[in-house]
């Protein structure tokens, strides 16, 4: 029997919000212990005093946990303690010493246990901070400070952004491969929202329409034989995610302050527990801006165009053409997490350069940046 902790806070008392951070906190609970549904026994939930507008744990009951015990529990309230916090008891059924729990703690959250996160990656605008409580903080025994380094230099992160087209994703996977690390492509995230949107006849354009669906929506990532597999709402959807459709709407979802909100944490903590290569459009600059390497892939448009129609048999020159140059100005152009290269990361122009050779010069740069890293594998 494996017991899992976990706490996430929510800003508003509302249902959706807090079914929202329900969902996400038992998800990363999940997919960071690779547990399946079936072995989970029983969910207890606990709630501060000023979160009542629903039970948490009916958010279980959407993830397919038909079986397992459910539990919720009001928390006493503490003088100083942390507001509109949710915390999370999960008891599974697998043969695995505690020792090997991975406990999740999600946005303001992180104040009751710095050691499970990276300093860096945090957001200044977190509700309700305090400070950590001895009784559930490991790290007031050994300094603060040297917790939360040993922790950020535990797992490698290697980001890899770049514009639509360039090849990201497909030297992700082969650096992924070669390293023995996980790829995380964000971009598929991004491209499930998109599915569901317009699977329930919501348009990307219409913002407050998409935001009000996000609490509808759950994501979880799952990797089958070290392919990354996409779980929108218990269903696979991995392969649905590359049509023109998807592609075309994708960049208008993106955009979306609160979309990018949704996904952080999960992006985040897929980084938190093992070595891993993202890639996407904001990875060295807003997710990991502490990755260990950072690599910006660029290509003429010309030259991503003709690498989209290998992808697209049939497709038509200027209307792939048109479509790349709008997605650029979309990421470009963007208020938050605009595409651009972070000061710190390495360009690489593959315009006139085949797969080989930009997988050679990624390859030698990240060895040469791990050199003297010990990896946690």
Known sequence: ???????????????????????????????????????????????TQDLDQVYPAAAARDLGLTMAGLMC??????????????????????????????HVYLRGAITLRPDLISPDETKADEPNPVVPDPAESDSTAIGIDKVKSDRRERFVSIAIDGPSGVGKSTLAKALAKDLAFVHVDTGALYRAITLHCLNKGVKPEHKKTVVDVLSAICIEILYKDDIQRVILNGEDVT?????????????????????????????????????????GRDIGTK??????????????????????????????YDIVKRELEARDRDDLQRSVAPLKKAPDATYIDTTNKNFDEVFERALSLIKDR????TLNI
Do not use: W
């Open 1 to 47: 029997m494996l017991a899992i902790r976990g706490a996430i806070t929510v800003n508003n008392n509302t249902k959706p919000e807090i079914l929202d951070a329900s969902r996400m906190l038992l998800t990363e609970i999940i997919t960071q212990n690779g547990i399946n549904v079936d072995d989970i026994v029983s969910v207890i939930y606990t709630a």
């Open 73 to 102: 529990y009001q928390e006493m309230l503490v003088r100083g303690s942390l507001q509109k916090c949710l915390r999370c008891m999960v008891l599974a059924n697998i043969d695995r010493k505690q020792s090997e729990a991975r």
């Open 239 to 279: 392969d649905r995610l590359r049509s023109p459709k998807i592609s075309k709407a994708t960049s208008r979802v993106a955009a979306i302050p609160e979309v990018r909100a949704k996904l952080l944490d999960l992006q985040r903590n897929l980084a938190h527990s093992q070595n891993v290569v993202m890639d």
């Open 287 to 316: 997710i990991l801006p502490r990755a260990q390497v950072k690599i910006f892939l660029d290509a003429s448009v010309h030259s991503r165009t003709l690498r989209r129609m290998c992808d697209l048999p049939g497709s038509d």
């Open 370 to 373: 791990l050199r003297n890293h």
